[in-house]
């Protein structure tokens, strides 16, 4: 069964860096999530991706977010400058048109 | 704008004995409702769904789970729960239309069992 992957598992970087998570959808699926959970909170949306453009985003995704389908594959969160704030679990999940989400295992981001 | 409550932040139960997890949605339209399941360093696994017709939804598992639109509520069950079913589980509502049919979780009820 077709699954979403995330890459990687977990990722350790210093306050300030760059990172960029990475997720393959499941290959016929048009929809594209990110959702983030911080420790011991809930699930948080993060932004929706749609035929090649952001179709929705949470106030959360600032302008240190982006994302970017670099391929036919790939589907990318880039956070430019990370914060200690920044540090959860990051979900990536599609959908064809039918609307269950399917998620990934997600990548843990520890931001020291 | 849209919610879920899911009341119960730990529940204890006993292997073989029957389990209710609660969840209370707000939202302004005919929602579309989530149980995902969580076990410790996964991700997020779909149980069940429901959008229309029986509001009674079978999942994987052996969980269920009904929807009662005048109590706005979408409770999961199980008549006997394994020591395999300890994990988190989430209550979920989106919309049908429109968007990016942005998901909107609950904090998640912590279930444990007792062997």
């Known amino acids: 069964e077709p699954e979403v992957t995330q890459t990687p598992s977990h990722q350790v970087t210093q306050m300030g860096q760059e990172v960029i998570l990475r997720c393959v959808p499941i290959s016929n699926h048009l929809y594209f999530y990110w959702y983030r959970q911080i420790l011991g909170q809930k699930v948080e949306f993060l932004v929706s991706?749609?035929?090649?453009?952001?179709?929705?985003k949470s106030e959360i995704f600032d302008d240190q977010f982006s994302v970017e389908r670099p391929d036919g594959s790939n589907f990318t969160l880039k956070i430019r400058s990370t914060k200690l704030e920044d540090s959860a679990m990051y979900f990536c999940?599609?959908?064809?048109?039918?609307?269950?989400?399917?998620f990934g295992p997600g990548t843990r981001l520890t931001v020291t | 704008a849209q919610s879920v409550t899911q009341p119960d932040i730990h529940i204890t139960v006993s292997e073989g004995a029957s389990l209710e997890l609660r969840c209370n949605y707000s939202?302004?339209?005919?929602?579309?409702l989530f149980w995902y399941v969580q076990s410790p360093g996964q991700g997020l696994q779909l149980l069940l769904k429901y959008f229309s017709g029986d509001t009674l939804v079978q999942g994987i598992k052996g969980f269920e789970a009904e929807f009662k639109r005048s109590q706005s509520s979408f409770n999961l069950r199980k008549p006997s729960v394994h020591w395999s079913d300890a994990a988190e589980y989430f209550c979920?509502?989106?919309?049908?239309?429109?968007?990016?049919?942005?998901?909107?979780f609950g904090t998640g009820t912590q279930l444990k069992v007792e062997l």
């Open positions: 999940a599609s959908k064809r048109t039918t609307y269950e989400q399917y």
């Open positions: 939202y302004g339209a005919t929602p579309y």
């Open positions: 979920a509502v989106g919309p049908l239309t429109g968007g990016g049919n942005k998901l909107t």
């Open positions: 991706f749609y035929n090649n453009e952001i179709s929705e």
